[in-house]
């Protein structure tokens, strides 16, 4: 029901949507999917509708008609370019020689060929002497170096999406973010904004701009009041 919705929101703005993955469940239904949606500002709108989400209804599954409330986990990230450049700037490097160390015979002891490199804006320092070439203890250390460079920016970006993704609620009562109340009554309410409307089936359709507005204007709201107190 969550899919349909979200779908048939996307297709109403005129957005891309696209279903990357989806694993039915072991009854019915769909144990979790995955939606790409692309479109202007598709993730400033979306973004609100993280978190867990309630159903009250009369389920279709039992043979008894007994109402039943379950659980759904929602999740909204942006999508972010994975490939991470490595651009390293001759101003930001401080390159030092000097004699290698250990093992190596008196070539490798008597002459410079030992190369330093720190890298300033990190301060990440990696040191090469295997060569007998400072030119190739400089190669070898530049890899290197690029190589750690690479592993911070990717360590980097899988913080950013974390949080993006933002700390996940258990998926049970008490933590959900909305409800859709099918029976005895009918109505939707988001528990953040408490903002509630009893056209149920308009809402399930992909009728959510009413609460993508409640909660911007909400989340707005609370954070001019964060940087009041944090002011005084």
Known sequence: MLLRMYVRWAEKKGYQVKLVDSLPGEEAGIKNATLLIEGPWAYGFLKGEKGIHRLIRISP???NARRHTSFASVTVIPEIEEDVEIEIKPEDLKIETMRASGHGGQHVN??????????LPT???VTCQNERSQYFNKMTA???LKARLYQLERQKLQEKKEALIGEKKE???GNQIRTYTLHP????KDHRTGYETGKVDEVLDGELDDFIREFLIWKAKKELKEKAREAA
Request: proline residues 0%; without cysteine.
């Open 61 to 63: 599954f039992d043979a």
């Open 110 to 119: 008597k002459t410079e060929s030992a190369v330093r490199i720190t890298h």
């Open 123 to 125: 301060g990440i320092v």
């Open 142 to 144: 530049l890899k290197i």
């Open 171 to 173: 998926i049970s009562w």
């Open 185 to 188: 009554y009918r109505i939707v």
